[in-house]
């Protein structure tokens, strides 16, 4: 998107300026997926790929219903199915839908060090701008879903965009046009917040108790929200984080080392240069230069 | 290198080299790591091409780096060992510090300074290259989990920070002892140099009737 006039991001990656953001009024999205409705026909996955022009190369069964078997660069959502066998010794099919959970607090973006590569959206979503990637993985370290993937041929990372372009000209995004099933949702995340609510209502109604909407604080909430019928145990559904966070080694790492070790750096630098200012070289004297020559002498002379 | 008559090898040819393909190294990967520590310094980056040349080219001058380090441990290790003299030289420091070697423990052919830059970079150069291995993505993602890149770059950063403060220290030694940075561009000494600043080693040459850089066996 980044060949369109852009000046609404709320956040910009290895920026230490205020991005441009003044057309901020704007309310903030969400897509929502309810797991309870869902029925793995991978609709979603194949009208990403559609929109988004992406073919993987065909790969090989593993034994799941998981096809293909992991989010890569050219696959930016995948059905993850999950059997579980609950406490009445039901088996239960819990199938999510897997992709970037736009978060409000990107670690992508955290932990990225190329300036723009990484923005966010005043609508909340957050999006890879590929000609300012350079390669590095570091938003995989940063992400605490393991959801970008860098491409080995053109060394860059990407995942879903939430059809950013579709949705940047009031489209929905592609996977939300094409469920069948209505268990994916797109709108404003109050909107959206609202209408989990009721699911969540009828699915406690059905003896689901637990039935609540991912929306993880951890990471300020995010733009991809699931209601899931054992919102008290997500990771059930193919290890979804229960408690996700950005990575306290990534916060470290981005945040108190930079200022601390720049200034580590200046304050050494600073020490040399008033040492010499206060202090200056060390000379050899022409005295040094004669005691060594006696030195030297009197060792010839004791030979 | 042609020697003026009088004066003492300090470092090998050898050894000069080697020492230059190091600090070669070491100058290009503090450009182009900084680039991608800190986003002020990301314009460092245009040095080598860009961000992904950048990411590229950082890992392989790492590799070299530590070949070369390699090197510099062979050639430098025995003159390193610490000993009893370095005690009683760190308890004088002070006194080095303002000028005044007049009366300092005498020293071997380096000082406990010298030695501590050497055996830091010595620990700091496979560390940065164990955890550099770890978070170089290209060849290695498929064989760590994330957490363990969350961990090394980490500890990449931070040794790094260190080595840079190390380097630091280094330069500016070799910049305030006057006769230093010759003894790494055309390697020899005078002998009030090694008189003034390393008199143990100057002693020993003259014992053994050698030219420097290592008394004769």
Not at chain 1, 50 to 55: A, G
Not at chain 2, 113 to 125: N, P, R, T
Not at chain 2, 209 to 215: K, T
Request: proline share 6%; net charge neutral.
């Amino acid at each position: 998107m980044s060949d369109l006039q852009s000046q609404d991001y709320v956040r910009m990656s290895a920026s230490t300026l205020t991005p441009p953001s003044t057309r901020d009024h704007e309310q903030e999205v969400a897509k929502l997926i309810d797991v309870s409705r869902c029925i793995g026909c991978k609709a979603c996955q194949a009208a990403c790929m559609e929109w988004n022009n992406l073919r993987d190369e065909v790969g090989h069964f593993e034994g799941s219903y998981d096809n293909p078997s992991d989010l890569d660069p050219s696959i930016w959502t995948l059905m993850r199915f999950s059997e579980w066998e609950n406490e009445q010794g039901n088996l239960e099919w819990l199938i999510r839908k897997d992709g970037c959970m736009h978060c409000e607090d990107p670690g992508c973006l955290k932990a990225c060090p190329a300036p723009g590569a990484i923005v966010q959206y005043a609508n909340g979503i957050v999006d890879f701008i590929s000609e300012n990637c350079i390669g590095c993985g570091y938003c995989i370290a940063g992400c605490p879903f393991d959801i970008p993937r860098v491409s080995p041929v053109d060394h860059k990372s990407y995942k879903c965009t939430l059809c950013s372009d579709r949705v940047g000209v009031g489209l929905e995004p592609a996977c939300v046009k094409a469920c069948p099933t209505g268990a994916i949702m797109f709108g404003t995340k109050t909107d959206m917040t609202a209408w989990a609510g009721e699911r969540i209502v009828d699915l406690k109604s059905r003896g689901f108790a637990d039935a609540g909407l991912y929306d993880p604080p951890g990471v300020g909430g995010t733009h991809v929200m699931y209601v899931l019928h054992h919102a008290d145990r997500p990771s059930l559904y193919a290890g979804l984080p229960d408690k996700p966070r950005i990575s306290p080694l990534v916060d470290a790492w981005k945040g108190m080392l930079k200022p601390l070790a720049l200034a580590g750096i200046a304050f050494t630098a600073l020490a040399g240069f008033f040492h010499w200012v206060v202090v200056g070289p060390n000379e050899v004297r022409p005295e040094d230069e004669a005691r060594a020559q006696r030195e030297l002498q009197g060792v010839k002379e004791r030979k | 290198m042609s020697r003026p008559p009088g004066t003492l090898i300090r470092n090998t040819t050898a050894a000069r080299i080697n020492h230059w393909i190091t600090a070669g190294c070491f100058v290009l990967l503090l450009l182009s790591g900084l680039s991608m520590f800190h986003p002020m310094l990301f314009w460092l980056s245009g040095l080598f091409g860009g961000g992904q040349w950048t990411r590229t080219i950082h890992p392989w001058i790492g590799t070299v780096l530590l070949l070369s380090y390699a090197g510099m441990i062979v050639q430098f290790w025995r003159d390193n060992m610490w000993n009893s003299d370095d005690v009683a030289w760190m308890r004088a420091v002070d006194r080095v510090l303002v000028n005044e070697e007049e009366g300092v423990p005498e020293v071997g052919r380096f000082n406990a300074g010298q030695k501590s830059v050497f055996w830091s970079m010595a620990l700091l150069v496979p560390v940065l290259f164990l955890t550099g291995i770890v978070i170089w993505d290209v060849y290695f993602s498929a064989y760590t989990t994330i957490e363990q890149r969350r961990i090394a770059v980490l500890i990449h950063c931070l040794a790094a920070v260190a080595a840079i403060i190390v380097w630091i220290v280094h330069v500016y030694a070799a910049i305030w002892v006057r006769g230093s940075i010759r003894t790494m561009t055309q390697g020899y000494v005078t002998p009030g140099w090694a008189w003034r600043h390393h008199r143990k080693w100057l002693r020993r040459l003259a014992v053994t009737g050698s030219a420097g850089p290592r008394p004769r066996a």
